[in-house]
């Protein structure tokens, strides 16, 4: 067993921020992560991070834009705390040497962004999220901080009290993808869960294949809370074969959409008369779902994305990079033809409940980055507000993890599993419930004192291990496939009660199914079979919650559309869906919306740019 | 060709009602299943391009596997389509033990780099219809294989390690919002230095590192660039970094091949940047004659 005072798992931006935090804060910290370092999604990133820096703009305006952006879902206080940190974050970035674009007077470049008031969002060429990872990496390695790379962690070890607010987590269990042992992580300081997007889930996504969700999977088994999943991000130029991201920048450009009858149909069939292509991200996507739906998609999936007419010199000087994706990734030079494209998943907004020190209910348990949801995203995260979210909160974990006095939290977490106030919602969990006598659907919660909890929780994964390894049965990835199937055809940009119930009905046969499933590579070396087989349970965990989440909510806000509720009603639904995991049943209940800041309460008013 | 996935039946009489309702349906799962890959099988007939790929394959630990061999798949063609989804098809269609690493499919995270008919490039960079078929995916060349088309990174890493790979400097202003400015011709001068992604597919073509194991390589060659031509971190910095890769085993040992720079899927220009560090080298050692 190996035992620091904070572990990390996770080396995104996210996990690595926090564990420089820790280390600076006197912590003894280890990094415990199923990719190297340098190959975490964070370094897919291109557009930017939003930091008040200049003359004319300060923290105040971008938590205002933030809050606006969130359609006013997002916690105040955290969100205050995001704009207030961020300044000093990003130049401690570039204090660490990134490299950021400069502009004539050696300064740190900024640009507009989507929804900012003030041309806030700082850059490094259109490779902003490898800069920010590799950066932080390289001061871990300065730091000298023990990374144990290509450990998948399975399970988090935590004591079985009957409230969650009572448990604590006392470490994870890893397994070890080079030689297939299973290894405790002891932890006297805590755990924090930096395990980034699920975007998994579905079958076409901007996210990396490692991006399962194991994070808030692990975290609801156990008893945290999981908020907000039903708010789901949708880019709507992605390409078709592979969802990899053609940024905003060639629509930015004058990129037009037209459709198979050539039609620029933004114009055309009035979406966004005055916009167009240029409408915000949740408009574009539900166009273009409603061209293929209509009938004029080409190849009944995608339209196009054409960006000929800039011309050659300038598609070179101001896109390249987007030549090279087009090309290498769905073989069309856009120079000479349209792209195809279509919306995909991008970002989760919801995420493991945590406060704006990155706590969550359980004691010893933290969770920063996207995996978590202290709340500054609401129901639609602004386009370059990730990365900052990701150094703020990491910091902010990672401090409070190594013992560092933060202050009274003001975003409360944990009413716990077991609500009973009238809010509580239990009819969309009737379809296929699953029989919660089942082991492998039961709780992680260890039932033992916490001095052997580590101990408990290897054996416990141990034997998991094992069994998949030698029973005969399913193999995931026809689950993974039904499950990702299900949440596009219903759980996508457009959303109806009948999709939803039809999709939670597959996600609990997918369960179901899963009771059956087997590895059928019997080695120890690199058992990729054995990990994606771990990361289908997660993904169906995630799956249901989201959907769960989408039935639950009766209005249309930010990314979250119902066909039978197109309006947004504040007098319901200010409010966060919580679902919390209770004895094989996932229980769903509310939490307030805090929109009151500082020194300012913020008002709802109507989303219009 | 071992691409059959066997199905053994290992149940035992049921025992109770529900056992039993739970075991039909089990095997009405698996019936479904073998249909499923009847199914996926005709389709493929159906399907009028198929790319036919020959893939690496070792496994230290299982019988039949210890002996390196190359075992063919049959994947349906679509325009569009990568090497690493020829892998992912072959994988999660034929044989679920079938080994690679891969995870952002968009050239950035560096973790499928392979020998594609006889080339180091990265399998999501790489379309099927620009090679010759059928395509020969191997393990980088170079390296320990693990298993399959894993091989051990940890000599790269600790290559990448050795020469200090992060920003030092003495100069950092004092205010906390304070930037340390930098010239955009400078930014630009380091810019393509900075776009390695780790991938190691530079040291696998190299002859030299194939000899010599110390050989610092060409990415770590780069990630001293990186930060020697970085002004902000000024003139005694630089010559500590000159004195790293000018030792045994750096720069000198170079012979200008160009093999890296040809596989490097991030265009970086890395004899380049070598030949450029010689110079600086020789520089700094007449300062002192
Ligand atoms: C294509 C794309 C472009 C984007 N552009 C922008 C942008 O311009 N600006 C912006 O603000 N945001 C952007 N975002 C969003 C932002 O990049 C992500 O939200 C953010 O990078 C997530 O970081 P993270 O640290 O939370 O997770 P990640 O970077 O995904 O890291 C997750 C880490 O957890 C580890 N891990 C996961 N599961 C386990 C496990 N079970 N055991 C051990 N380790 C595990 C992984 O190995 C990895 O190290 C973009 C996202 C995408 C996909
Ligand atoms: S220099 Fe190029 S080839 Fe070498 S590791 Fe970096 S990206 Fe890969
Ligand atoms: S999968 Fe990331 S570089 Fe190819």
Redesign the pocket.
Known sequence: MHEHDVIVVGAGGAGLRAAIAAHEAGADVAMVTKLHPVRSHTGAAEGGINAALRDGDDWELHAYDTMKGSDYLGDAPAIETLAQDAPEEVVQLEHWGMPFSREEDGRVSQRPFGGLSFPRTTYAGAETGHHLLHTMYEQVVKRGIQVYDEFYVSRLAVTDHDDPEDRECHGVVAYDIKNGEVVGFRATGGVILATGGDGQVFDHTTNAVANTGDGPAMAYRVGVPVEDMEFVQFHPTTLPSTGVLISEGVRGEGGILYNSEGERFMFEYGYANNAGELASRDVVARAELTEVNNGRGIEDEYVYLDMRHLGEERIYDRLENIIHLAEDFEGVNPVDEPMPVKPGQHYHMGGIETNEHGQTCIDGLYAAGECACASVHGSNRLGGNALPELIVFGARAGHHAAGRDLGEPEVPTGLGAKSEDEDSLDTPVEPGAVAGSDEDVAADGALVEPREVVEHAVETERQRIETLLERDGTNHAEIRADLQKAMTENVNVFRNKEGLQEALEVIRECRERYQDVAVSDPSRTFNTDLIHTIETRNLIDVAETITLGALAREEFRGAHWRQEHQERKDENWLKHTMIAWNDGTPELYYKPVILEGEDKEYEPKVRSY | MSTQVTEQETETEPETEQESAHQQRRMAEKRERADMRKRAEEELDETEETVRIKVFRYDPEVKGKRDPRFDTFRIPFKKGMTVLDALIYARDHFDSSLTFRHSCRQAIC?SD?LFINGR?RLGCQTQMSDLDWPVRIEPLPHADVVKDLVVDMEH?YDQMESVEPYFQTNDLPTGKLDEQRQDRENREKVKMST?????????SSCNIAAGDNEYLG??AI?KAYRFAMDEREGEDMKEHRINIIEQEHGVWRCQTQFS?TE????D?P?TEHIQELKREAVKSNLKFW
């Not at chain 2, 390695?196 to 530079?202: D, L, N, S």
């Not at chain 2, 596989?263 to 991030?266: A, E, L």
């Open positions: 560096g780099a180091q790269f776009r390695c992604i780790w991938c190691a597919a530079c040291m060409p990415a780069n890296c596989v490097c899927p991030k970086i890395l």
